[in-house]
């Protein structure tokens, strides 16, 4: 669970590199321990230098891909941010196309995909709204997806389908 969601975040990888940077830093004991001009360095500390500067440059490796590939995920934001105009200008074929460009790439979002679901339904275009609603329930405990999911498979004439997504959702909100 360490490597799933925190090395996803930059803010994450700056402070590891800044733990790894004080792991390798003369500690007090260290700086006692005074070393003539003389003595040659011992394998144990040429070993470490070499060991913190491999450590370094394969953790610089690392952010400058992450960094690239949030990159993908900007553009994907901006896209959004676009068809969000599409969407409430009640263009939903249009946004609902555009939607499913951006859906291999935003799709772990289910504000995203509960959006995208709701232009495709607008367009009636049921079965592919569905699928991305289905998708969304297993990201999110939100009633209203299995709301709208629900009237798809009321629209579609699923009727036991649609009952059973409203009585779950009942469950997830007794008080509504």
Not at 12 to 24: P, Q, S
Not at 123 to 140: C, G
């Amino acid at each position: 669970s360490l490597a799933s969601y925190p090395l996803q975040l930059p803010e994450f990888w700056v402070v590891l590199v800044v733990l790894m940077g004080v792991a390798n830093s003369k500690t007090p004991v260290d700086a006692d321990i005074s070393v003539d001009a003389d003595t040659p360095p011992t394998p144990s500390r040429e070993g470490r230098k070499i060991l913190s500067v491999a450590m370094i440059g394969v953790l610089a490796i690392c952010c400058g891909w992450i960094f690239r590939q949030q990159k993908g995920y900007y553009e994907g934001y901006k896209k959004w941010n676009t068809l969000k105009m599409l969407h409430h200008s009640k263009a939903y074929e249009a946004a609902g196309e555009g939607y499913e460009e951006l859906v291999p790439l935003m799709g772990h979002k289910p504000e995203f995909l509960f959006e995208a679901a709701q232009c495709l339904n607008r367009a009636e275009r049921y079965t592919e709204a569905n699928k991305l609603l289905y998708r969304a329930m297993k990201l999110s405990g939100d009633p209203m997806i299995r709301y709208i999911a629900a009237k798809n498979e009321q629209s579609m004439g699923n009727y036991q389908k649609a009952e059973n997504l409203l009585l779950h959702a009942i469950d997830m909100l007794p008080e509504r």
